[in-house]
């Protein structure tokens, strides 16, 4: 068994097996404990090969879901000899590898070790009135007889005062009651499912009016006052990890959320507090029009050199504000992100990062460490899309 990160290789060996041994590898979905969809099942040969990589057969699949189930078989003989086949089950993400971490690393075992977190970073930064979102992802082997350890207990705590402590089964995150569910093996966990007051009192059936005695009361209470985060799995101390919230208040400018798919391929959250400032960069195609009748009759208004196709693409260049040295794990796993959206706190929208270097830096070197980011909105400014 094992997390396989599909962006990075993944190998099948045909270990002791013969030239020409089988490998078959199904792609799966698994809508519950007893229920599996097969999305494909590749049947291979290794001929002379010792070694075959499925991750770019895995990841075609990973579109439109966060976690497959995949399942490999090698069959064939050893000195012509027939063996019983060699059956494993895995757990697929569109996450990658470094290269310092080997030949098929399993981040399973790291993972299960820090209960589960998914993040780049154990100390997060957040806006003091907007809630975490903290990435979960279950990579315990895929089977109906199994019982997984999912009994995950967080602990919410303003310095050293406990607030709240949430115990609940791993699934339960999303509502649901089946651990082995594929679409229930990453969750993100939320203080609040509100983002704030207002959004409090709608969903209560309530009606919001503004005034500044409101604004007062918001200014003056967090309701957000996590500093603190311990996440363990059924108590166990070795299976424990603490995150340091460091909450942000900002009252010149407005903080800037992108949401990125990290290196175990599960979405998370990097604030940007600083200045940001805005530009539009435009393209159009130009032809000659004929505006003869229009001009000898006096009429100048004409163009006779005439634009089409104009569009344009808006970027952004956004500041991080004062951060520790160790985001430049967070900015590292930004820079290599495939996938990242711009929060608008409505509608996530899709971007690109511009910048193609950057400088990680070391608090030695910088005293104070701000990162600085160029960004593109990943479409079109007129809707072209058909």
């Known amino acids: 068994m094992a997390l396989i990160l599909t962006r990075s290789p993944y190998f099948v060996s045909k270990g002791n097996f013969d030239n020409g041994a089988l490998l078959s590898v199904t792609i799966s979905n698994r ?24 991750s770019p057969l895995i990841r075609d699949y990973l579109d439109n879901l966060d976690v497959l189930v995949v399942s490999t078989t090698v069959s064939g003989a050893i000195n012509e000899v027939a063996q019983s086949d060699v059956l494993l089950s ?63 207990t967080i602990a919410y705590y303003n310095g050293s005062s406990l607030i709240s402590t949430v115990n609940t089964n791993f699934s339960a995150f999303t509502g649901g009651n089946d651990v082995w569910k594929t679409s229930n093996r990453v969750n993100y966990i939320s203080e609040s499912e509100f983002d704030s007051f207002e959004e409090r009192v709608l969903a209560d059936g309530g009606t919001f009016e503004y005034s500044k005695a409101v604004d007062k009361f918001n200014d003056a209470y967090s309701f957000f006052p996590a500093t603190k985060v311990v996440i363990s799995v059924d108590e166990d101390v070795s299976k424990r990890v603490e995150l340091n919230i460091v909450p942000v208040s900002e009252c010149k400018y407005e903080p800037k959320k992108l949401k990125f798919i990290n290196k175990y391929g599960v979405k998370e959250d990097l604030w940007f507090f600083k200045k940001s400032t805005n530009s539009l960069s435009t393209k ?8 003869l009748n229009s001009f000898a009759s006096g009429d ?87």
């Open 31 to 54: 809508i519950s404990v007893l229920s599996v969809t097969t999305l494909k099942t590749y049947n291979l040969n290794f001929f002379s090969q010792q070694y075959i990589d499925i």
């Open 90 to 152: 895995h757990i697929a993400v569109d996450g990658y590898a470094k290269y310092e971490e080997g030949f098929n690393p399993d981040l399973s075992t790291e993972l299960s070790k820090d209960s589960y977190y998914a993040g780049s970073n154990k100390t997060i930064h957040r806006h003091d009135d907007k809630p975490l979102s903290i990435p979960l992802l279950l990579p315990l082997i895929d089977g109906a007889s199994a019982t997984p350890e999912t009994n995950v």
């Open 284 to 291: 159009t195609e130009t032809y000659r029009a004929n505006t």
């Open 300 to 386: 100048l208004s004409k163009h006779s050199m005439k634009s089409f196709n104009t569009n344009g693409k808006e970027s952004m260049t956004i500041n991080s504000g004062f951060v520790p040295e160790s985001f430049s794990e967070n900015f590292k796993q930004l820079m290599l992100s495939e996938r990242v959206w711009l929060d608008t706190g409505a509608v996530d929208l899709p971007i690109t990062i511009k910048s193609s270097d950057l400088e990680l830096k070391t608090s030695v070197n910088e005293k104070l460490i701000n990162y600085t980011i160029d960004i593109e909105f990943a479409f079109d400014t007129i809707n072209n899309i058909n």
